[in-house]
């Protein structure tokens, strides 16, 4: 199992607002920053929020990130079919001293 | 900007050694840098396999580490990844990637499919 724990799925309609959750620990979330990345069917992983709610260029404002405690959360605005992929919640672990990812969540554009 | 390709063997017998290549395009590996492999099972999550820095120094996913080595061919501007005794669930994709800050990973390979099957 994952040590960080998302949803196995999500879904909303075209112009809804969605959010993913990642729930994880003190070594972890708790500790340091998150990072989102989403993944299109057989592609690579795609970096989507970094530092937590930083968005790389190219990345539109639609997609937000933040951290509570020891959970953080994914927000996606303004859905649009072509949101429709697996997103994973990754952050640095003490335990592990190496990053951890989520399970990962399938999100579904109805 | 840094553009990674994995390549190797897709199919790997059991028992046997995965090799993986990362080629380093559009920058050097012996920048200021760590590098990164990651897989992913079918179907499944990311998991962490490990990261060298360009001066040999590598963090090992404890879980791996008895049979994992990387290693860094400045010379080619690669990394190599091998896993030795290999099973059925070490089929996976295999992305190398360069970490940025944590678990901040960009760019990212395209990812090379290894299957263990006899």
């Known amino acids: 199992q994952s040590v960080l724990t998302q949803p196995p799925s999500a879904s909303g309609t075209p112009g809804q607002r969605v959010t993913i959750s990642c729930s994880g620990g003190?070594?972890?979330?708790?500790?340091?920053?998150v990072t989102w990345y989403q993944q299109l069917p057989g592609t690579a992983p795609k970096l989507l929020i970094y530092?937590?709610?930083q968005r790389p260029s190219g990345v539109p404002d639609r997609f937000s990130g933040s951290k509570s405690g020891t959970s953080a959360s994914l927000a996606i605005s303004g859905l649009q079919s072509e949101d429709e992929a697996d997103y994973y919640c990754a952050a640095w672990d003490d335990n592990l001293n190496g990053p951890v990812f989520g399970g990962g969540t399938k999100l579904t554009v109805l | 900007q840094v553009q990674l390709q994995e390549s190797g063997p897709g199919l790997v017998k059991p028992a046997g050694t995965l090799s993986l290549t990362c080629a380093v395009s559009?920058?050097?590996?012996?920048?200021?840098?760590?590098w990164t492999w990651v897989r992913q099972p079918p179907a499944k999550g990311l998991e962490w396999i490990g990261d060298i820095y360009h001066s040999g120094t590598t963090n090992y996913n404890p879980s791996l580490k008895s049979r994992v080595t990387i290693s860094v061919d400045k010379s080619k501007n690669q990394l190599s990844l091998r896993l030795s005794s290999v099973t059925a669930a070490d089929t996976a994709v295999y992305y190398c990637?360069?970490?940025?800050?944590?678990?901040?990973?960009?760019?990212w390979g395209q990812g090379t499919l290894v299957t263990v099957s006899s």
């Open positions: 530092r937590t709610d």
């Open positions: 990637t360069r970490p940025r800050g944590g678990a901040w990973f960009d760019p």
């Open positions: 003190s070594s972890n979330i708790g500790s340091y920053t």
């Open positions: 559009g920058g050097s590996i012996s920048s200021d840098n760590w």
